[in-house]
């Protein structure tokens, strides 16, 4: 059974930054594209990040300059740094393991953790 455990949400103050954490027990993990997405209150899960197998990585538009993703395989734990947030970024954020990372798309893989809450006041 592959863990997916997302950590790091809480509530920052607009312009604040957060890093969230996901820890996917894969035992190929330094072979799979990664995602993040997120999801607010009766709103449609979009995708906010993938990093691939490789390192290359996507950003939607609407986080491009804020936030970065980034990998480290030894502890099979994938990031998202997130700065200089906005209220409109509140949402539970989820992890997605073993997806597929091409031309700056990601098609989502079985694996989904919990969800982090991030919360951005005004």
């Known amino acids: 059974q592959v863990q997916v455990v997302e950590s790091g949400g809480g509530l920052v103050q607009a312009g604040g930054s957060l890093r969230l954490s996901c820890v996917a027990s894969?035992?190929?993990?330094?072979?799979?594209?990664m995602g993040w997405y997120h999801q607010a209150p009766g709103k449609q899960r979009e995708l906010v990040a993938a990093i691939s197998a490789g390192g290359r990585t996507s950003l939607a538009d609407s986080v491009k300059g804020r936030f970065t993703v980034f990998r480290d395989n030894a502890k099979n734990t994938v990031y998202l740094q997130m700065s200089s947030l906005k209220p409109e970024d509140t949402a539970v954020y989820y992890c997605?393991?073993?997806?597929?990372?091409?031309?700056?798309?990601?098609?989502?893989?079985?694996?989904w953790g919990q969800g982090t809450q991030v919360t951005v006041s005004s």
């Open positions: 894969l035992s190929t993990f330094s072979r799979n594209d």
């Open positions: 997605n393991a073993a997806g597929t990372y091409f031309g700056g798309h990601y098609v989502p893989g079985n694996y």
